[in-house]
């Protein structure tokens, strides 16, 4: 038990660590980035959509990364991160923007998911002990 929750804490924090850092290049880029949206997603039918959405990501990401470093509501907010790292990759693979963005957006999906699996089978185990005591 106390392996996986060395393993919890290490893939948490680098995961975390990751998609804060990726947020704060976002925020300091979002010019840049804003482009980059309206140039890809230009010939969308709801543009303003994606542009309200495009300038919210980074501070998310930043927030949930913040959130999954200092251990607080790790599963919530693993799972928002899930989420908005998956309307990443698709975006990436609808428009075919490129190939290093679907990469990390497969990366950090993969290890959210390996790190809500391990929070899954430490909270069963926990659980399974406590049913043993009775």
């Known amino acids: 038990m106390a392996k996986f929750k060395n393993v919890q804490f290490t893939v948490r924090v680098i995961l975390g660590g990751i998609i804060m850092l990726h947020g704060i290049y976002r925020i300091f880029s979002i010019r840049e980035y804003l482009d980059i949206v309206l140039i890809d997603y230009n010939q969308s039918i709801n543009q303003e959509l994606f542009i309200i959405s495009a300038s919210i990501f980074p501070f998310l990401e930043f927030f949930l990364g913040a959130l999954l470093v ?16 998956s309307i990443m990759a698709f975006g990436s693979v609808i428009d075919d923007v490129s190939i ?8 950090v999906m993969s290890m959210l998911v390996c790190l809500l699996g391990i ?16």
């Open 100 to 107: 290093t963005h679907l990469i990390y957006n497969t990366i």
């Open 70 to 85: 200092f251990k607080i509501g790790v599963n919530k907010a693993s799972l928002t991160a899930l989420i908005i790292t």
């Open 119 to 134: 929070r899954y089978k430490l909270i069963n185990s926990s659980e399974s002990q406590i049913n043993t005591l009775r």
